[in-house]
């Protein structure tokens, strides 16, 4: 029986897909395999009987890789699950912006008790005219999962779009469409663009990118749009951008009291993927990773570990390592079986970084004893007989 904890609730949807084989329990002292959206893992004493942990949105800031990877815990999320929300929000704020929409919402709630409020909206209207957001210069920095489908709809709404990122996928490449205009430097998007939105992760390398080395390569007055995460923006710089008229409007999805002293900026409460829709999507998502990991050993769209899969074992058994990334692993692998006098008819081995994972189906079953030895094996993380 495979034991589920939900640290955040998780939408019904996709905890109705857990067959007989699993028990949601109250607390992740006990957990096989944890279910997280917000909550901090950070500070929790993983148990050993942990084999996975699922995180129901994109961003991972709240889980510890690298201890996880070291206990031989893998690590999902679920990319693409939301990028419609985003993209809609995304594509709701240019709009926003443009036309001054939240300015003119606002003055109106702030007259809406005047007598003649009909004839002041035609005397003041005029206070709040915008611009269309046709031919205008659309840059998108990172084109995975949310930016590509931000670049295919604004370019769809006859924006010019710019797009830039160095490791796009082979998947998302097909998906881009030929009018996109593909940037082959960051700075590019900063020298070209009316509109800037941004969608990679935090790394150290994106850390602060938009900050006062950046904003003096813009254009005067460009707007930006922050649906990512707040750790890419240089909030000292964007202020003084802000003051000085560089940076026409910033929206960000991640609200502070620092920047929203500021008049041009539009404050979110984090609604990127904030629909019922996305937290459905990536619910199911992140319970057949679950299920799929712990029934069959395949991993696909870990952040910690290699995606490795290897379909519904056919054979006798198939037993799971997480190890290390060094050499002569798969050999002394192999040897352990061969001194058994088992047959190995099927295996794989994918390697991310410092860890690697190795499937193998056996002809005939195992032994706690073979197990024993594997996990004996320097640089062997976990060892799991899956069947």
Request: overall charge negative; aromatic content about 6%; proline content about 4%.
């Amino acid at each position: 029986m495979f034991k589920i904890n939900c640290l955040n609730p998780i939408a019904n949807v996709g905890i109705d897909l857990l067959t007989e084989k699993y028990e949601k329990v109250d607390s992740y002292n006990e957990a096989t395999a944890l279910l997280v959206r917000s909550t901090s893992v950070h500070d929790l004493e993983l148990p050993s009987s942990l084999e996975a942990i699922a995180r129901a949105g994109a961003g991972v800031n709240n889980i510890p890789l690298d201890k996880c990877a070291e206990s031989g815990i893998v690590v999902f999320n679920t990319p693409g699950a939301n990028a419609n929300g985003v993209k809609e929000i995304v594509m709701a704020a240019l709009v926003m912006i443009s036309r001054n929409l939240v300015d003119g919402i606002n003055w109106v709630s702030s007259v809406k008790e005047e007598p003649e409020l009909a004839k002041l909206v035609e005397k003041k209207k005029s206070k709040f005219v915008g611009s269309e957001i046709m031919g205008k210069k659309l840059g998108v920095i990172g084109l995975g999962a949310v930016g590509v489908l931000v670049a295919n709809a604004a370019n769809k709404l006859d924006m010019e779009v710019y797009g830039y990122d160095p490791f796009i996928s082979v998947d998302t490449a097909w998906k881009l469409s030929k009018y996109i205009k593909h940037s082959k430097s960051v700075d590019e998007i900063f020298r070209e663009c009316d509109f800037i939105t941004v969608h990679v992760p935090s790394t150290e390398q994106t850390k602060g990118m938009f900050n006062a080395k950046s904003f003096e390569i813009m254009k005067d007055g460009v707007n930006i749009l922050n649906f990512s995460r707040d750790t890419l923006v240089n909030e000292d710089d964007m202020i003084e951008a802000l003051k000085s008229g560089k940076v026409g409007k910033y929206v960000t999805d991640f609200p502070n009291p620092k920047i929203t002293t500021m008049e041009q900026v539009l404050a979110i409460p984090h609604l990127g993927a904030s629909t019922s829709e996305s937290e459905d999507n990536c619910a199911i998502m992140a319970v057949r990773q679950i299920m799929d990991y712990l029934e069959n050993g395949n991993i696909k769209h870990s952040v910690n570990y290699p995606d490795c899969e290897m379909g519904v074992c056919t054979h006798a058994e198939r037993i799971a390592i997480n190890h290390r990334n060094i050499p002569n692993m798969l050999s002394q692998f192999t040897a352990t079986f061969a001194k058994e006098n088992i047959n190995i008819p099927d295996m794989i081995n994918k390697s991310k970084g410092q860890y690697a994972y190795t499937i193998l189906d056996i002809d005939s079953p195992s032994t706690p004893e073979i197990a024993k030895k594997l996990r004996e094996i320097d640089g062997v993380l976990k060892v799991r007989i899956i069947k």
